[in-house]
T-cell receptor
């Protein structure tokens, strides 16, 4: 149980392109979804938290106009990197959690984004 | 500031050689401590949640324990398939009042046959 699917797994695109990443909870209702960025040999860094039907809450230093998050249903959240540039290249991972805050987050397998 | 420090950064073991990974934390009001396993190019896989000092949980060759300042992940008689990066995270409360996980940098475990 508690399977989270993230798609695509890898994206390579030109600078200036917008890229959409999907995160789906397959077998549970995800009241809250999270988007992280991971750099080599660094901690997972939380970018934003989204609750179904509400606007996302962004962490300090994360540009909300750059990283658009939509959480329209209890099973789907999307992250759109708008007008991506090489410095946006990274490993993006989503997670999903049920109703209670002390429940574990379950993670997708990540998206490797490379901007040329 | 909420912080999680994991040690060692990397650990090499021979198959069958038991050891422990450490996770020390400072957090204002622990709501939960989580252990995850992450394989290269994949997302973290949930292992355990610990909520209070003295709590222990086991799963196959892994056992997690918790004190007021740190958690240990004990690996008994490891096998090569236990090779992965093990991440520790604590549940913290943000300035806005919501809760989030604060992760350590992980311990990369390699088990040689």
């Amino acid at each position: 149980g508690a399977v989270v699917s993230q798609h695509p797994s890898r994206v390579i695109c030109k600078s200036g392109t917008s890229v959409k990443i999907e995160c789906r909870s397959l077998d549970f209702q995800a009241t809250t979804m999270f988007w992280y960025r991971q750099f080599p040999k660094k901690s997972l860094m939380l970018m934003a938290t989204s609750n179904e039907g509400s606007k996302a809450t962004y962490e300090q230093g994360v540009e909300k106009d750059k990283f658009l998050i939509n959480h329209a249903s209890l099973t789907l959240s999307t992250l759109t990197v708008t007008s991506a540039h090489p410095e946006d290249s990274s490993f993006y991972i989503c997670s999903a959690r049920g109703t209670y805050s002390n429940q574990p987050q379950h993670f997708g397998d990540g998206t490797r984004l490379s901007i040329l | 500031e909420d912080q999680v420090t994991q040690s060692p950064e990397a650990l090499r073991l021979q198959e069958g050689e038991s050891s422990s990974l450490n996770c020390s934390y400072t957090v204002s009001g622990l709501r939960g401590l989580f252990w995850y396993r992450q394989d290269p190019g994949k997302g973290p896989e949930f292992l355990f949640t610990l909520y209070s000092a003295g709590e222990e949980k086991e799963k196959e060759r892994l056992k997690a324990t918790l004190t007021k300042k740190e958690s240990f992940l004990h690996i008994t008689a490891p096998k090569p398939e236990d090779s992965a990066t093990y991440l520790c995270a604590v549940q913290a409360v943000t300035q806005g009042g919501s809760e989030k996980l604060v992760f350590g940098k992980g311990t990369k475990l390699t088990v040689n046959p």
